[in-house]
């Protein structure tokens, strides 16, 4: 049996899962972690479960930090999980790649500088994930280690998409759009690529989650996306402040503010956080808004306006569309705003859906009404598409330095 450790650091959680590498479009799990850091109050909540097995629940103490809580928790865990399950490679979400690391590949200490280096343009992700890395590395250090990047399906953006006006010497310090959740746009791509067997689809594909972003695809290739050179731009997100006038940071700076405020500010205390004064978690900004609260309610509308412009901007980027796809925790349960954007969508030729969408049962459905143009919510699986990228590269290309005691031998690592 081949198998993959995933981690996916997100910005509000952290997802694990072991997949057994079969080659199948949706990958066996055989075991699944999800940690939630939002109540850092009582600590971080923990789900997990074995294959199709019912939930197991569970509080992480947060009194010495989330690495320190992650660490420990690991440290408990692996040995259980690697006694029922060989685990043949860990793939690892990395948001920021940079100009360096511009595919999946295998990553070990002699990277870690490099990738370090960027946590200051994606400080709410690239430090836990590498945090995670650097734990792993220590904890297996005989299994290969593979970095995934967000970044990675961006690169076809066209120059004049990922160019900002600036001047050449800032331009020339990597200062561009790189674009993020590339590993979810690339999966909604294919999952909509196979759901409606056209492999030169339009898509507007919407990632809303911790982070939210939109991407305009053609033909499985990404042609613009709304998120930059870090994942602060863009959407309106839980505590970020998405796209801003660059000149209010100006503004700021001279009436007193240093960096790290306005860091703190834009980073975790924006977004539907800031406008709602509520949460960053959309559930609690819909229930404020049910209740009347009018900031929460200005929150929801915020959100939305900044959605619909990035979907028209993707719209004209593709000059035209066949489908809107929306995925992440919000994108895939958050039923009000689905039902807002297929209405406010029926310019475009969306349809509304002849019988309410059925309760999903599967991994992508379509919310509109059959027709020209039609919105579909694909399930986010950053786990199964990074170890997609694990088993590619198990088959491709083993690590360049196994360790000693390490069995790749070029084709997937039957440790069984
Ligand atoms: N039923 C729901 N309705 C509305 N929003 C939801 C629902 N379930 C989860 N969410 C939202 O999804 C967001 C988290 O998205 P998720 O993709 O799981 O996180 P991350 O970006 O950390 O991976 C939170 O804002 C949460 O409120
Ligand atoms: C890039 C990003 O914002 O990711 P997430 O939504 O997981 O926080
Ligand atoms: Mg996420």
Redesign the pocket.
């Known amino acids: 049996m081949s198998t993959s450790l995933v981690v996916n650091a ?3 959680s952290h997802k694990l899962a072991l997949l057994e590498l079969t080659g199948e479009e949706r990958l066996p799990c055989l075991w699944q972690t999800r940690i939630d850091w939002g109540g850092a109050q009582v600590g971080g909540l923990l789900r997990w479960r074995w294959g199709d097995d019912p939930w197991q629940h569970d509080t992480l103490s947060l009194d010495h930090g989330r690495r320190d809580a992650l660490a420990g928790w690991l440290a408990g865990t692996l040995p259980t999980l690697m006694e029922r399950f060989p685990i043949t490679a860990v793939g690892h979400r990395i ?1 920021h790649g940079g100009e360096r690391f511009q595919e999946s590949q295998w990553i070990g200490q002699g990277q870690l500088a490099a990738l370090r280096s960027l946590i200051p343009l994606a400080p ?2 690239n430090k836990p994930a590498l945090d995670t890395v650097e734990l792993l590395l220590n904890l297996c250090p005989h299994i290969p280690h593979a970095g995934v990047f ?1 970044t990675a399906f961006h690169h076809t953006i066209p120059e004049a998409a990922i160019t900002y006006g600036l001047p050449m010497a800032w331009r020339q310090q990597g200062i561009r759009r790189y674009g ?2 590339g590993i979810s746009h690339n999966h909604m791509a294919r999952s909509m690529a196979a759901a409606t067997a056209n492999q030169d689809l339009r898509l507007v594909s919407l990632h809303l ?3 939210c972003s939109a991407c305009a695809v053609r033909g499985l290739r990404c042609q613009d996306t709304s998120m930059g050179f870090t ?1 602060l731009e863009g959407l309106i997100m839980g505590s970020r402040c998405g796209s801003v006038d660059p000149a209010i940071l100006l503004h700021q700076l001279r009436h007193g503010w240093d960096l790290d405020s306005l860091e703190t500010v834009l980073q975790h205390q924006s977004g539907l956080a800031g406008l709602s004064g509520i949460s960053e978690d959309m559930r609690q900004v819909r229930q404020a808004a049910t209740q009347g609260h009018a900031q929460a309610q200005l929150a929801l509308d915020v959100f939305f306006t900044a959605l619909i412009r990035a979907v028209g901007s993707a719209v004209a980027v593709l000059q035209g569309v066949d489908v809107v796809a929306l995925s ?1 925790g919000i994108g895939e349960h958050d039923q009000t705003l689905q039902q807002d954007l297929l209405a406010h969508l029926h310019w475009l030729g969306v349809r509304p859906a002849r019988q309410a969408p059925q309760p999903p049962g599967g991994h992508r459905w379509r919310l509109s009404g059959a027709g020209p143009v039609e919105v579909w919510v694909v399930q986010a699986d950053e786990e199964g598409a990074i170890a997609q990228e694990v088993a590619r590269l198990l088959e491709n290309r083993p690590p360049d330095n196994p360790s000693p005691g390490h069995r790749i031998t070029g084709k997937p690592n039957r440790t069984t």
Request: net charge negative.
């Open positions: 997100g910005s509000t948001v709410l992700h967000d993020f959740h989650g911790g982070g994942p992440g």
